[in-house]
């Protein structure tokens, strides 16, 4: 693997990405602490490409997004989870939504003004969850022939511990919200499965945010869809909050998977670790991943690192990677990042091939290898094997032809 970069403790303001080019100019990257977030469509312009929110994305693809006239039926949701879980549909004028952060970009803004009826999902106070939740997310392709907003609030009260998992599937045109309430002392796993169908949309914002002592585990599972594009957003409400932020993604031919992270140490003593890998493979596979940390000056005692890996297959595939760190303090444990894009280990290759095993399947086992340890993280084995399975169908489209 090559390009590796890696930052330590620094006493004063550090941003690995002080700046871009996009079209012969150089555009000046802002603080992330000068943000902009907003409920009001009006207050983000239509993105062109040139901002650094959408300097990687398709934003011709995604006009009608952008237009906010979110006005489709969207994909069916149906939820199993233990009997002790709350399970309400609610309406967008319930008091618990939008209390988690505000919008960042417009598509955001436009999902929030656009959804009539919201999901709610509460973990009660002290539960143990005997099963995980299951929030399955299906489309169909009458209901993606119009673009549609979806709204889905999720509360692990305090003490609570739960894992939910999100899983989309079939076609659709959508862009979702999901927030993230994670009050004191609560533990809570929430696993997003992207599996669309191909022509699928899917742009999402995640907002979290976490109370004294509370943990999140958030984990990001990107295989389908024509364009997919996920926002993490994570916020500290007091000291101890520990968020650990793990993502998988497999880009096929003519996909463009974005994921882009941004967690805002705003109070002392609190620790965020993403990791991140992905394979590409195919002709105009794009995958995107953006890693924005930001310790302001009052939280003392962050500890914080990022990894992304990325694995690229094939001739034709295009990996960006931009890890973003900004300290304004230097009072912290550690923070840290490190990035690098490669194509296979020639030393793991050769390993494998010295004991008898053909190039294609080594091909494979260092593959698999690679994304193992985030999988089996999950939780979830009905869903792991469903992520192995597509893995090596994604696999077996051009292992032989890389191997040649």
Not at 66 to 95: H, I, K, N, Y
Request: net charge negative.
């Amino acid at each position: 693997m090559t390009a590796t970069t890696n930052m330590s403790t620094d006493h004063t303001r550090a941003t690995a990405d002080a700046a871009h080019t996009h079209g012969g100019g150089t555009v000046p990257e802002t603080s992330r602490a000068d943000r902009r977030s907003s409920f009001e469509l009006a207050d983000f312009p239509v993105p062109t490409g040139r901002e650094e929110d959408w300097r990687f994305s398709p934003v011709d693809r995604l006009q009608r997004l952008f237009a906010g006239d979110l006005t489709g039926t969207g994909p069916v949701v149906t939820v199993e989870s233990d009997d002790d879980v709350r399970v309400e549909r609610v309406g967008r004028d319930d008091a618990r939504l939008g209390q988690v952060l505000a919008p960042g970009d417009r598509v955001a803004a436009a999902a929030w003004q656009s959804f009539g009826e919201a999901l709610v999902v509460t973990v009660p106070k002290n539960h143990v969850d005997a099963r995980h939740t299951m929030i399955a997310i299906n489309g169909d392709a009458e209901t993606a022939s119009a673009p549609a907003a979806e709204h889905v609030l999720v509360v692990a009260e305090e003490l609570s511990e739960s894992l939910v998992v999100l899983d989309h599937r079939g076609s659709a045109e959508l862009a979702q919200t999901v927030e993230i309430d994670v009050r004191d002392g609560a533990h809570l796993t929430l696993v997003s499965v992207q599996d669309w169908d191909e022509g699928a949309v899917h742009v999402a914002n995640h907002r979290a945010r976490l109370g004294r002592d509370a943990r999140l585990k958030h984990i990001v599972v990107s295989l389908g869809g024509d364009i997919v594009r996920l926002t993490p957003d994570v916020s500290f409400t007091a000291p101890g909050g520990d968020v650990e932020l793990l993502g998988l993604y497999f880009t096929d031919a003519g996909q463009h998977q974005e994921h882009r992270l941004f967690v805002d140490h705003a109070v002392p003593s609190c620790k965020s670790r993403a990791t991140y890998k992905g394979a590409l493979q195919g002709d105009g596979a794009h995958s995107v991943w953006v890693g924005d940390v930001l310790i302001r000056h009052e939280a003392e005692g962050t500890d914080t690192y990022e990894l992304n890996r990325n694995l690229v297959l094939t001739e034709g595939a295009r990996a960006d990677s931009v890890p973003n760190l900004e300290i304004e303090t230097g009072e912290i444990e550690g923070a840290g990042h490190a990035s690098a894009t490669g194509r296979f280990d020639d030393e793991q290759l050769f390993y494998l091939r010295s004991r008898g095993i053909p190039e294609e399947e080594a091909r494979r086992l260092v593959v698999r290898g690679f994304f193992a340890e985030l999988i089996n993280q999950i939780g979830v084995p009905l869903v792991q094997e469903r992520l192995m399975e597509a893995i090596e169908l994604e696999l077996s489209k051009t292992m032989g032809a890389a191997a040649r």
